[in-house]
């Protein structure tokens, strides 16, 4: 066995072409590899056996010094190379500080990368690295919820990695249909190979085709060398086209062709290149409407909507939403060190569970987020006062829209300004209030109250046995994001 069949690596790389190109070769090498484009998504990865992680041009919410920081949290001892990208020396000696001080210097070349990186492994070849924390319960395909209908979600995410068909992700905007794209990758035989996402939403009309098929050189005014697309980067792996329905009906019929022959001709060029890309899409329109509109082509409709799935908005699954604020929160205090919020007031938590949510998950993190960000310094609970003013309006006088079964929200008084006897939610036990409002509903009866809410009676009855009381609920500090 070659001393790179014991590493599992881990590439950072917000550019599609040299994360290929720095997997291809790692791969080639014997490595296992995964990649990633931005660190947000590569915190999720911690737990899954990697070694080792390079850093390269990396974008997102989350730096890179975050990163090392998060990941010393699991793996004290296990060494963490990185490729250097830094803009100042403070900037490099805080990274080094963090724990980064395996220091690769940042090379185009991936073989000389390559030769660096073997050396350093053959260093650390006795590093045996630690078992991260398991995930809380709730957690399945780095995407919470414990609904009946994520669980069908995740049925579906199961069912459709190990094929190689189209699959057609929908649903509202901010429900984390790229989380879905992103575990069918994760969980398929093409895990292995690069995974490389295009927003159509995101990128002018005008630059949709050459972004997925790549152009040759002088193809356009500014086409001044020529540049691989998309489709032709994802090869061997996957291809997650979000959005397509804003793709113009000139890209969704060269779409439609390499679909069912797998073949790239580049822009003004004339080669036809083989690939072996397996393509997601998703979409928050209704494209049925389209088609009958003329606005999307029914033949590729039919040809991207074999395998359906659809991630349901927020307002149908609330009973999910004190595990994802319990997420957030821990989320938010990685981001942002100066934060000392740990728990949440009971108002303020009615306050959220009786908000609409039009924007989603996505809404949800970043109401957390600003609360939390805005909050007084050296309040350790978030209160309803920190709360956006639309989510406390709400709260007041607005009815709830949507009550799932597992969850009877009638439960819930109306919430009353938070006072200093308050007591605070803490969020390790946040479950424990969906589990009493389940519990509420179905009579005390055990079996049908974990069923609803997606754990085994065995787990209900372990948290009712551990808790302190009904009102409190605890945060798990080693939360694995």
Not at 101 to 112: E, F, I, R
Not at 135 to 151: A, E, L, Q, R
Not at 214 to 241: C, D, M, P, Q, V
């Amino acid at each position: 066995m070659k001393i790179t069949d014991e590493y599992h690596i881990l590439v950072i790389e917000d550019n599609p072409t040299q994360r290929a190109a720095l997997e291809r070769v790692l791969t080639e090498a014997g490595y296992n590899v995964k990649t990633t484009d931005s660190v947000d998504k590569a915190i999720h990865m911690v737990g899954e056996g990697i070694d080792f992680v390079i850093a390269g041009v990396i974008s997102g919410d989350i730096s890179r010094i975050d990163l090392i920081k998060h990941w010393r949290n699991f793996f004290p001892d296990s060494p963490l190379p990185l490729i250097r990208e830094t803009k100042s020396v403070e900037a490099l000696a805080e990274m080094i500080r963090a724990g980064g001080v395996d220091d690769l210097n940042h090379t185009p070349d991936p073989k000389q990368l390559l030769t660096q990186l073997i050396a350093l492994l053959a260093a650390c070849n006795a590093t045996t690295p630690q078992v991260a924390p398991a995930n809380m319960d709730g957690v399945k395909h780095h995407i919470i919820g414990h609904t009946p209908v994520m669980k069908e979600v995740f049925s579906l995410i199961e069912r459709s990695s190990e094929a190689f068909s189209t699959v057609l992700i929908c649903g509202e905007t901010g429900t984390g249909k790229d989380l879905v794209a992103h575990a069918i990758h994760r969980h398929s035989p093409r895990s292995a190979g690069p995974f490389i996402a295009v927003n159509c939403a995101a990128i002018p009309e005008t630059l949709v085709e050459s972004e997925l098929f790549g152009y040759e050189k002088g193809a356009f005014s500014g086409a001044t060398g020529a540049r691989i697309g998309r489709l032709e980067a994802a090869n061997g792996g996957t291809l997650f086209i979000d959005e397509i329905g804003d793709c113009a009906l000139s890209v969704q019929a060269k779409l439609l062709r390499i679909l069912e022959n797998r073949v790239v001709t580049p822009l003004g060029g004339h080669r036809e290149i083989k690939v072996d890309t397996r393509v997601l899409t998703a979409t928050s329109r209704d494209l049925p409407a389209m088609v009958a509109q003329g606005r999307f082509r029914e033949d590729l409709f039919y040809r991207i909507n074999i395998i359906n799935i659809l991630v349901p908005p927020l307002r149908d699954r609330v009973a999910d939403i004190p595990l994802l604020v319990r997420h957030f929160i821990e989320r938010v205090n990685i981001q942002n060190h100066t934060s000392a919020i740990q728990a949440i007031s009971p108002s303020a938590m009615q306050a959220i569970l009786r908000h609409s949510w039009p924007g989603n998950v996505r809404e949800l993190f970043h109401i957390i987020e600003s609360a939390m960000v805005l909050a007084d310094r050296n309040k350790t609970v978030l209160e309803l006062s920190d709360l956006h003013i639309a989510v406390r309006q709400q709260a007041g006088h607005a009815a709830v829209t949507a009550q799932p079964a597992a969850m009877n929200l009638t439960a819930f008084s109306e919430p009353t300004p938070p006072t200093d006897k308050e007591p605070p939610i803490k969020l390790a036990d946040m479950e424990q209030l969906a589990i009493q409002t389940a519990l509420k509903h179905y009579g005390n009866n055990k079996t049908k109250a974990a069923r609803a809410i997606g754990i085994s009676v065995r787990t209900l009855q372990r948290k009712l046995a551990k808790r302190e009381t009904p009102a409190v609920v605890v945060l798990n500090t080693n939360l694995n994001i």
